[in-house]
């Protein structure tokens, strides 16, 4: 067992997390309550959650309810990260487009048992890197075109259609949320353990094995996020997520 969880588990925690949110208000990075609020939430989630996955495991419905679940808050995370106007829920195609045919293509593959002990925990790690990559490349997008507006502007003027035009200014920067997963794939091994490959070799499997479903994850994160990226980044070109009508300025371009 890797930790023991007792008093000084939580203590330890409270402290951790306070030094960051303290780091964040003195570097005036502006997150500290964020920061607060997001511990204490995934405190109160994890232990609802493992709750919650000892139940579901049993039945059918309830797993695939479960996985919905999952899917349905990453949809509203991501949207309210990208835009506060009613396009947030376009958030839910690159989710979906990026997750869901892997999940399936996994299932009837059989690599992935249809048992909830295996299927939360791999859809979990796919929504969760879907969400990552939908963020991170449509406030990307949406930031250069406010940023580089003139640009379309140009683009426009010399013939371009209006989305060639767009995706002329937000493609490269859409495509750095690809980065964080393809250096993560790079270093595995040699800079990071990550998750899969750790939680395997405490269950008693052997390092083969366990490298072996590390790499299956690694592999399946990048399909799921590229094609996040692209769809998100589509979605931006099209007009289809934006941030005009925001009720925060700071959101608008």
């Not at 939430?41 to 493992?50: D, K, P, Y």
């Not at 106007?85 to 990026?98: D, F, K, Q, R, S």
Request: glycine share 10%; proline share 4%; aromatic share 4%.
């Amino acid at each position: 067992m890797l930790l023991t969880v007792d008093a000084t588990f939580g203590a330890v925690l409270a402290v951790l997390l306070a030094a960051a949110a303290t780091v964040a208000a003195v570097a005036h990075l502006g997150r500290s309550r964020e920061i607060v609020v997001a511990g204490v939430r995934a405190a109160a989630q994890l232990a609802t959650v493992s709750l919650v996955i000892g139940w579901v495991v049993h039945a059918l419905p309830l797993l695939f309810g479960f996985v919905l679940l999952m899917y349905a808050v990453a949809v509203w995370t991501a949207g309210r990260r990208l835009t506060r106007n009613t396009t947030w829920w376009w958030a839910a195609l690159p989710i979906a487009a990026g997750v869901f045919p892997v999940v399936a293509a996994l299932l009837l593959t059989g690599l992935v048992p249809l048992k909830g002990i295996a299927l939360v925990p791999v859809a979990g790690i796919l929504i969760g890197g879907a969400l990552t990559a939908t963020v991170l490349a449509g406030r990307r997008a949406l930031d250069e075109l406010r940023q580089r507006h003139g640009e379309v502007e140009a683009g426009l003027a010399l013939g371009l259609p209006e989305r060639d035009a767009r995706l002329e200014v937000a493609r490269t920067a859409a495509a750095d949320a690809l980065l964080p997963g393809l250096d993560q794939t790079r270093t595995v091994g040699l800079v990071t353990l990550p998750g899969a490959f750790v939680g395997m070799l405490l269950g008693g499997a052997s390092p083969l094995l366990a490298g072996a479903v590390q790499l299956f994850v690694l592999v399946a994160l990048m399909a799921v996020q590229a094609v996040a990226v692209a769809v998100v980044l589509e979605l931006v070109a099209r007009g289809r997520l934006h941030r005009t009508g925001c009720d925060s300025p700071t959101d608008r371009h």
